[in-house]
């Protein structure tokens, strides 16, 4: 299957529906240990619906699925959602599951003085199955974007992604981010397996260079595509260093694409390669060369990065296809810091 996908009607079609779940996140009001912060902040946080948000945001129609519960944290979860302009219809309430929340230190998840407490066992998300989601809202965009994270959540979630990513006639481009978690996977010994199942099965596929070495023992992004030779289009990433995207267009041969990342002044990490996606993605469906893809993701990835929260608004389409064109020496130049996407903001080079 092509790594673009197939246009439809431009007057209804949703651009992409995102399903996963999504979490109130409490945000810390100052760095240190969980217990000895003394408040939070409230936010949401979620792999997918942070994709459908940075894309409502970048113009696209986006849709997320999922379900929260009859509370009011899943009110504010559809609320602050929709806010991005995200179209939550299909959004299910389960009356007796609650919504999944957790808190967080503000410290480098790559860190080992980060911590998470999760509170989502038993989540309403968690009980997504083949037979409670309404495939009709599904099926109706341009790219299904899914994650390994949902296939953590329960055996029925799990169930859903393998029937989501079966080949069937007409079926959206399936578009996965392996977001391995190994919390997630405590007691569950073929979990690497089955997300390479998963993604042996996508159309476009994001993994992180460490983990695919961590999930299946992997290393390199070569080694990487012989594990997955199947998709259309594999996005490796490999942290500061950039992204290697292996392509089958515009051959049968296929194309290796190397794209250096930006250099970033960080104010949090969190969040990054969710926006990658979304700025990949958002380039893909505009039918943009594979180098503009990619670098479309670090300007989306290197917007998140500049502010403290997991979403943030993208740089104006015109001004990041602008970035976006420079030639390699000056792409390569370019530092990026706090408040760079303002349309009025001068982008610093070295």
Do not use: Q
Request: with cysteine.
């Amino acid at each position: 299957m092509s790594g673009t996908p197939a246009r439809t009607d431009a007057e209804t079609a949703t651009d992409v529906v995102c399903l996963g779940e999504s979490m109130v996140t409490f945000l810390p009001s100052r760095s240190g240990r969980l217990a000895d912060v003394p408040s939070f902040g409230r936010g949401i946080g979620g792999a997918e619906s942070n994709v459908a948000c940075a894309l409502a945001a970048a113009g696209h129609r986006a849709a997320w699925v999922s379900r929260v519960g009859a509370d009011g944290f899943g009110d504010h979860l559809v609320d602050a959602i929709s806010a991005y302009g995200v179209d939550t219809s299909a959004v299910r309430r389960d009356p007796d599951r609650p919504t999944g929340i957790y808190f967080r230190t503000a410290t480098d998840r790559g860190t080992d003085v980060h911590e998470v407490a999760y509170y989502r066992a038993g989540s309403a998300a968690s009980a997504m199955s083949p037979a409670n989601v309404p495939y009709e809202a599904l099926f109706t965009g341009r790219v299904l974007h899914l994650s390994g994270i949902t296939a953590a959540l329960s055996a029925d979630c799990l169930a859903l992604l393998h029937e989501l990513t079966a080949p069937r006639p007409a079926r959206p481009l399936i578009s996965f981010d392996v977001n391995h978690r190994p919390g997630l996977w405590r007691g569950a010994d073929a979990s690497p397996d089955v997300l390479l199942d998963l993604a042996r099965r996508a159309d476009l596929v994001f993994v992180g260079e460490d983990e695919a070495e961590e999930a299946w023992g992997v290393k390199g992004a070569a080694a990487i595509r012989e594990a997955l030779p199947e998709p259309a289009v594999l996005v490796v990433k490999r942290g500061a260093e950039g992204a290697t995207v292996f392509s089958a267009e515009p051959g049968p041969a296929g194309t290796v694409t190397d794209v250096p990342a930006l250099r970033v002044d960080v104010v949090a990490p969190v969040g990054a390669g969710d926006a990658f996606a979304a700025g990949f993605l958002s380039a893909t469906l505009r039918g943009l060369p594979v180098r503009d893809r990619a670098r479309h993701g670090h300007l989306m990835a290197a917007a998140v990065l500049t502010v403290p929260g997991d979403l943030t608004d993208p740089p104006a389409r015109d001004r990041a296809d602008r970035l976006a064109a420079l030639d390699d020496t000056d792409w390569g130049r370019l530092r990026l810091g706090p408040g760079w996407t303002g349309d009025d903001t001068e982008v610093r080079t070295t």
